[in-house]
């Protein structure tokens, strides 16, 4: 940037107020009148070699792959692994696919605000009639491409079903929740041992 040079009346207006101030310096200069206050050439700066940086990727030194995701467990997985509260025997038979279910429900091809109304209503007509072990079949769900950034799990009846189950009213009728043998539809169905009725 060039300093323009400054203009004779400017030249005078900064004697005059020279003049009137305390002079700090015996030997002070006053400037003449067409002269413009230089400020020294700048030195540059020594510019210092420097290695050439090396190709740079992003996640180098990361430590292996990603973890991915950390999902909170399906409810078939929460459902796998809940402690047994059933007689044991009795649970294991299940498993198997041994003992035949007294009633079934197909939730096939409602949607939510459909199927849980009909749940509850099965559910407590089963434990009415004093009826032990039912099915609910709530198929495995369509598989569709996942391109989000918040992973979604097929299967919107086969996650909510358990929930159902666990909460009010159904939650004091239902003693055990199991995911069905092959037999008896596998990944898309539940075994609900239901409690005794008084």
Do not use: C
Request: no cysteine.
């Amino acid at each position: 940037m060039t300093r323009r040079r400054l203009r004779p009346e400017e030249l005078e207006l900064w004697n005059q107020v020279a003049r009137t101030t305390d002079k700090l310096n015996p030997r002070s200069i006053e400037m003449p009148a067409d002269a413009t206050p230089k400020r020294p050439p700048r030195k540059p700066e020594p510019v210092s070699p420097q290695k050439p940086l090396s190709r740079f990727e992003i996640g180098q030194n990361a430590r292996g792959k990603s973890a991915g995701h950390t999902l909170y467990p399906t409810a078939p997985e929460q459902v796998a692994h809940a402690p047994v509260r059933m007689d044991k025997k009795a649970h294991t038979k299940l498993k198997r696919g041994k003992l035949k279910p007294e009633a079934r429900i197909d939730l096939h091809g409602m949607t939510l605000a459909q199927a849980q109304p009909a749940l509850t209503g099965f559910i407590m007509r089963a434990f009415a009639e004093g009826q032990r072990l039912v099915l609910v079949i709530t198929g495995k769900g369509k598989r569709t491409t996942d391109d989000g950034p918040i992973p979604q799990r097929p299967g919107v009846l086969r996650h909510n079903v358990p929930h159902w189950l666990h909460t009010s009213p159904l939650n004091s009728m239902v003693m055990q929740i199991t995911p069905a043998h092959l037999r008896h539809g596998g990944d898309g169905a539940y075994y609900v041992y239901l409690r005794r009725s008084r």
